[in-house]
């Protein structure tokens, strides 16, 4: 069974930065596409940003676009959020998701097969 550990989660100030990185456990697993999705308290999960096995095509949601960035690493088998000028909306538990069959970048929770436990970010006001 796959693991995916994410990192990197805590409290930052609205404006500011945090990284998360997420990596999978199993070396011999190949991850095609990995993405981020978050869910705040009550309200449904939504997809925040995700990339392709290549790192060639990327997808944002609207609402972190030009504030977000995702890379990969395939050597390691981590993929990284970078969360830049940071809003209390952000504020939410964010999953790293990985597939095993899609290797496109896809903002769908479907094209995913294993997921993270999930680690909290704060952004305070």
């Known amino acids: 069974q796959v693991q995916l550990v994410e990192s990197g989660g805590g409290v930052v100030q609205a404006g500011g930065s945090l990284r998360l990185s997420c990596a999978a456990s199993?070396?011999?697993?190949?991850?095609?596409?990995m993405a981020w999705f978050r869910q705040a308290p009550g309200k449904e999960i939504e997809s925040v940003a995700a990339?392709?096995?290549?790192?060639?095509?990327?997808y944002f949601a609207d609402s972190v676009k030009g504030r977000f960035t995702i890379s990969r690493d395939n050597d390691k088998n981590m993929v990284v959020l970078q969360m830049n000028s940071a809003k209390p909306e952000d504020t939410s538990i964010y999953y790293c998701?990985?597939?095993?069959?899609?290797?496109?970048?896809?903002?769908?929770?479907?094209?995913?097969?294993?997921w993270g436990q999930g680690i909290q970010v704060t952004v305070s006001s």
């Open positions: 199993e070396r011999s697993f190949t991850p095609l596409a």
């Open positions: 998701e990985t597939s095993q069959n899609y290797s496109n970048a896809s903002g769908s929770s479907r094209a995913y097969d294993y």
């Open positions: 990339i392709s096995w290549m790192g060639s095509n990327t």
